[in-house]
């Protein structure tokens, strides 16, 4: 097997040094700020693009979007709610695959020790939530509040946004917050790498299957050398020691190429939102 920097110095050259880097924008969906982590994965795409990468966080979903169908960001990773309520002005590059599958779910939390089951057994709650732009952190609850023809300030006491899944665990935990929506997929890998933190929450709702937040860049960059070489560096990411590596810490199976009608159950909560809420 072939290493993303021994592929490198096989594929003709395109002199990294002399070109504008490869603006890759990372939105708290990804879920470890392990400098590592983010050192494998800048060095693995440096490696399998011919590009340098420089990897662009800020605090909210909001910040990260806002660049990306600015142009200013050739691609990023970021939710499937930002991903349909921009559909016209993004391209979906690839999706994770986790457990074998391009979905994850929303759940609802509580504290371990509370007797409560469902949303209606949270009403009143001091309520944490992720980020206003995300699907399983935010959207998915605000539309099941929706279908009570209600939203959270009139359902809960009060909302908070962490902007960080797992920041809603801890608000949780700690007690600082009653309740929280959180995405799925961060709270199974919090099982296994921070487990005495999730012992301290319980899942009390599920949500459906939902599309899995996709890397997208702008659409005017669509067919760019710099895009599809990223797609490519992403699309063969599991078959290389280092891009192997990156995935086995985000618990992921690597990545895939998915149609956008993977997120039209997303969409459908963006509308029930806009009809009720």
Request: aromatic share 10%.
């Amino acid at each position: 097997m072939v290493g993303a920097a021994a592929y490198a110095t096989l594929r003709p050259q395109r002199g990294i040094a002399a070109q504008e880097p490869l603006h890759f924008g990372l939105t708290p969906v990804f879920l470890n700020n392990d400098l590592k982590l983010l050192a494998d994965l800048k060095h693995y795409l440096e490696a399998a693009t011919g590009w340098e990468v420089r990897l662009v966080r800020r605090r909210t979903y909001q910040e990260i979007t806002t660049l990306l169908v600015a142009g200013e960001l050739d691609a990023a990773w970021i939710c499937g709610f930002p991903f349909v309520e921009f559909r016209e002005r993004l391209t979906l590059l690839a999706v994770p695959m986790w457990r074998g599958d391009t979905l994850y779910r929303s759940y609802l939390i509580v504290k371990s020790d509370r007797d409560a089951e469902g949303i209606d057994g949270l009403a009143d709650d001091i309520h944490a939530f992720s980020d206003p732009d995300s699907n399983s952190g935010y959207l998915v609850t605000r539309a099941l509040l929706a279908e009570r023809k209600t939203d959270p300030d009139r359902f809960f006491r009060r909302s908070i946004f962490t902007y960080s899944h797992r920041n809603v665990v801890r608000a949780v935990a700690s007690g600082l917050a009653a309740s929280g929506s959180v995405d799925g997929y961060v709270v199974e890998v919090l099982r296994e790498v921070e487990p005495q933190l999730t012992s301290a929450v319980r899942i009390i709702r599920a949500s459906e299957w939902l599309g899995f937040p996709p890397i997208c860049a702008a659409a005017t960059l669509q067919g760019s050398d710099r895009v599809e070489a990223l797609r490519t560096a992403l699309l063969s990411m599991a078959q290389d020691p280092l891009g192997g590596s990156v995935l086995s810490t985000l618990r992921l199976d690597g990545f895939v190429e998915r149609a956008p009608e993977l997120y039209e159950p997303i969409a459908a909560k963006v509308s029930i939102v806009r009809r009720f809420g």
